[in-house]
T-cell receptor, first 112, second 114 residues
Framework: SQKIEQNSEALNIQEGKTATLTCNYT??????LQWYRQDPGRGPVFLLL?????KEKRKERLKVTFDTTLKQSLFHITASQPADSATYLC???????????FGQGTELSVKP | KAGVTQTPRYLIKTRGQQVTLSCSPI?????VSWYQQTPGQGLQFLFE???????NKGNFPGRFSGRQFSNSRSEMNVSTLELGDSALYLC?????????????FGEGSWLTVV
């Protein structure tokens, strides 16, 4: 069956450390993979998109990798801050317009 | 520019009633998609409209329907509400080419069915 899993439901780290979130999928061949941030009671906010032929993408303190052989994406937040505390969602874009397949999300908590 | 706007933000309905939710996409975006988010199932795709036509559909019963108008605004309707329909309903818009577009979400409509 088709499945997309994020490594853990919750991740607690200390301020200043690097947070690493994992997204694994099976039986999909996504053309793109997207990462979103969602705060409680709010809609998801787009962070980064990475294409299947890209290995890595960066934006400020964020870095995403995409390994289509392992069927895995890693999302890193360097020099994490308490303001980074939120739920992070990975989503597969399987090339069908506005349809995204979401993981269940990882709730990141950054402690001062 | 203005983001994706959803109305109403909160609503409470009784089991058996129907509800209509509205979404105004970002100006210039022709694709509008709808998602349901619940604690148990996460974010699940309902359907997508592009240029007034349903282009993609998720695995939801026929009680869930939608439409898109010529100005790209969209509505979704849920008939014969069930308790399990209580959820955050999210609308998202994009330019609408088949892949690789950034998809922008609204703040959602919180539906509670009692």
């Amino acid at each position: 069956s088709q499945k997309i899993e994020q490594n853990s439901e919750a991740l607690n780290i200390q301020e200043g450390k690097t947070a690493t979130l994992t997204c694994n999928y099976t039986n999909y061949s996504p053309a793109y993979l997207q990462w979103y941030r969602q705060d409680p009671g709010r809609g998801p906010v787009f962070l980064l998109l990475i294409r299947e032929n890209e290995k890595e993408k960066r934006k400020e303190r964020l870095k995403v990798t995409f390994d289509t052989t392992l069927k895995q994406s890693l999302f890193h937040i360097t020099a994490s801050q308490p303001a980074d505390s939120a739920t992070y969602l990975c989503a597969l874009d399987i090339g069908r317009g506005g349809k995204l397949i979401f993981g269940q999300g990882t709730e990141l908590s950054v402690k001062p | 520019k203005a983001g994706v706007t959803q109305t109403p933000r909160y609503l409470i309905k009784t089991r058996g009633q129907q509800v209509t939710l509205s979404c105004s996409p970002i100006s210039g975006h022709r694709s509008v998609s709808w998602y349901q988010q619940t604690p148990g199932q996460g974010l699940q795709f309902l359907f997508e409209y592009f240029s007034e036509t349903q282009r993609n559909k998720g695995n939801f019963p026929g009680r869930f329907s939608g439409r898109q108008f010529s100005n790209s605004r969209s509505e979704m309707n849920v008939s014969t509400l069930e308790l399990g329909d209580s959820a955050l309903y999210l609308c998202a818009s994009s330019l609408g080419t088949v892949s690789g577009n950034t998809i922008y979400f609204g703040e959602g409509s919180w539906l509670t069915v009692v």
